[in-house]
């Protein structure tokens, strides 16, 4: 469990980065997809924190029958507590034309295409409130979630800025607690709600207590697989975890160029520093 101090002083880092990030790139004001979650939950409050609650503005995009009454009353709950800004824009009627498309096209029905057109449209709404008030979008995705792949390309693992990108998800947890966010939120499974009855720790098969303490091992320890199994964790686990991070590489990188040229705007030459309002 990471102690208070340390807490403090992650919270004063990303506080420190968001309004140093904003300031240098010539932003004032910021749009969050807020779901009721353990992630955008803390974001939307280190948001707040760093830029001013009256430059962060929230949107609730749920989707009916599928979207817990819970976490929406919660995401609007919480919105109303940090007095910021909040829009609800429900996606059904977005999904819905998809599906008339889909039918069509004569395209064969894929629950997993259609879950990942879920976080894609999420994330068109968001790009259309940040263009429409010359905003930027905070990314809510994790160390844990990015490391696994646990994102959808496009989707939620797009944004301008991941705020909470480089804390596991029981560093997230920890500072929600400190950050005096609701116990409900806090204790909640972690769930994109993209289909009924999934949950993230269902899917990766443990809890994040575990996984975290593998990735922490693979990543920063820089351990092989049997390393971290003679640790005493269970070897298919290990191996499951292993693999989706080598299996999802393609999401942490930008999508590569065909070159025929000497020099392309992927050579090293050529890469902007994080900001280029001083350049």
């Not at 009627?93 to 008339?100: A, D, K």
């Not at 263009?131 to 490391?147: C, H, P, Q, R, Y």
């Not at 929600?176 to 009855?197: H, M, Q, R, T």
């Not at 720790?201 to 207590?209: Q, S």
Request: net charge positive.
């Amino acid at each position: 469990m990471t102690d208070k101090n340390n807490l403090e002083e992650i919270k004063k880092a990303v506080v420190s980065g968001i309004r140093d990030y904003f300031w240098k790139n010539g932003f004032k004001t910021a749009v969050i997809g807020l779901s009721g979650g353990i992630d955008s939950s803390v974001a939307a409050s280190l948001a707040a924190d760093s830029l001013g609650k009256d430059n962060v503005t929230a949107v609730l995009m749920p989707e009916r029958g599928v979207t817990s009454r819970k976490n929406f009353e919660d995401a609007l709950e919480l919105s109303k507590k940090l007095e910021i800004a909040h829009y609800v824009v429900p996606i059904n009627g977005f999904m819905n034309e998809l599906e008339s498309a889909n039918k069509s096209f004569n395209l064969k029905s894929s629950q997993y295409a259609m879950a990942n057109a879920k976080a894609r449209m999420r994330m068109c709404i968001l790009y259309y409130f940040a263009n429409s008030s010359n905003s930027l979008v905070l990314g809510t995705s994790d160390k844990s979630e990015i490391a696994l792949g646990y994102t959808t390309k496009y989707g939620d693992s797009a944004s301008d800025i991941m705020i909470i990108g480089d804390l596991w998800k029981t560093e997230v947890i920890e500072l929600g607690k400190f950050l005096g966010l609701p116990s409900k939120i806090i204790s909640k499974k972690p769930s994109a709600e993209l289909i009924v009855n999934v949950d993230a720790e269902k899917e990766l098969g443990a809890d994040y207590k575990i996984i975290d303490q593998i990735l922490s091992l693979y990543i920063e320890e820089k351990m092989s697989l049997p390393e971290i199994i003679k640790k005493g964790f269970d070897r298919t686990l290990v191996k499951n975890v292993l693999e989706r991070i080598k299996a999802n590489e393609h999401k942490r990188k930008i999508p590569p160029i065909i070159r025929i040229s000497e020099r392309s705007f992927h050579s090293a030459e050529w890469r902007m520093p994080i900001t280029n309002k001083f350049l």
